[in-house]
Nanobody, 126 residues
Framework: QVQLQESGGGSVEAGGSLRLSCTAS????????MAWFRQVPGKEREGVAP???????TYADSVKGRFTISRDNAKNTLYLEMNSLKPEDTAMYYC????????????????????WGQGTQVTVSS
């Protein structure tokens, strides 16, 4: 049984930082593209950043230069370092796993991702 478990969310003031983690079990870690998505109520789930096994990462324009995605292949753990947080970053953050490579454009669509975590809430106050 595949499980993805996020942690590290919380409430911070604008300009602050948070580090999210996602630990995976039950899947062949090195065969999956891992990604972070976020969602606010009433809006579609938004791709934040994906990362391939070799460390190749892509970022949504809204987080580029502020967020860093990484993965520890020995620990089956995905990270998202978030700096210079803004109120518009407030959302539920999810980690997700997609078989194979992330791809240059396909990564932003939630539908190819087979496995999802339960989410961790990030709230940024102004």
């Amino acid at each position: 049984q595949v499980q993805l478990q996020e942690s590290g969310g919380g409430s911070v003031e604008a300009g602050g930082s948070l580090r999210l983690s996602c630990t995976a079990s039950g899947l062949t870690w090195n065969r999956y593209c891992m990604a972070w998505f976020r969602q606010v109520p009433g809006k579609e789930r938004e791709g934040v950043a994906p990362i391939d096994t070799d460390g190749t990462a892509t970022y949504a324009d809204s987080v580029k230069g502020r967020f860093t995605i990484s993965r520890d292949n020995a620990k089956n753990t995905l990270y998202l370092e978030m700096n210079s947080l803004k109120p518009e970053d407030t959302a539920m953050y999810y980690c997700a796993a997609k078989w194979g490579f992330c791809g240059n454009s396909d990564w932003v669509r939630p539908s190819p991702y087979r496995y999802w975590g339960q989410g961790t809430q990030v709230t940024v106050s102004s």
